[in-house]
């Protein structure tokens, strides 16, 4: 029902339609993951007047696993930039499919094109164009905001302690792109544990003043 959750989901897509980010946290199987859920169908949105905020949820269990050797061509952070962009490219096709996507100006490429063009470079044969993931980020969220001002892109980090492979270089570029589209990109993530306290358990992170510096600014 459209009431499930009312009052937490309020509360997200309060912070969400005002620009800003949030964590929601919460112990196992309180129903984090089926808020996130919960929040991609329009008639919620609408209900909570956000249909301009497109949502993208973000499965740390559908990350793509890399072998070390493709790792050393791709980076560590391929994976991240991955399933982003993915993601991305699959939100836009839903509203394509909705005919909510703006008619492309005539002589001008695809918005789905072009953002399945950024993706397909994530594995193209040139380690450098495999490792500028976080240029086709930017470049993918530019192709989709710039077709209509009042949209908003919010990627739902869900179960955030499944991203902890990720170098916190990662998360430092994705402050960046946050700051590139001031408050049009927003970022949720769930949680067990506050999210600050629980990278500093991380393999890579703990002990690791630079990287729980960098954290600290991402959150």
């Known amino acids: 029902p459209e009431i499930y959750q009312e009052a937490d989901v309020n509360e997200v897509f309060r912070w969400l339609k005002r620009g800003e980010s949030c964590a929601l946290v919460g112990i196992g199987s309180v129903g984090k993951s089926n808020l996130l859920q919960f929040m991609l169908d329009d008639r919620v949105k609408q209900k909570y007047g956000a249909t301009n905020v497109i949502t993208v949820l973000l499965d740390p269990h559908k990350l793509v696993r890399l072998q070390r050797q493709a790792l050393e061509l791709a980076g560590t952070a391929w994976p991240g930039y ?11 096709l839903e509203l394509y499919g909705k005919n909510r996507l703006p008619a492309p100006t005539p002589g ?19 380690p450098l164009l495999v490792q500028s993931g976080i240029r086709h980020l930017e470049e993918s969220v530019y192709e989709v905001l710039q077709l209509d001002k009042s949209w908003k892109i919010a990627f739902l980090f869900d179960e955030f302690e499944g991203f902890c492979d990720l170098p916190p270089e990662f998360f430092e570029s994705l402050r960046g792109v946050r700051d590139e589209f001031k408050y049009r990109v927003m970022y949720v993530t769930t949680s067990r544990r506050d999210p600050e306290e629980l990278v500093t358990q991380w393999r890579g992170y703990a002990n690791n003043a630079r990287a729980l510096e960098i954290m600290e600014g991402f959150f």
């Not at 991955?82 to 836009?92: G, K, P, T, W, Y």
């Open 108 to 126: 001008q490429p695809d918005v789905i094109d072009e953002v399945q063009k950024l993706y397909l470079n994530l594995f193209h044969s040139q």
């Open 82 to 92: 991955e399933i982003m962009i993915s993601r991305l490219r699959r939100a836009v």
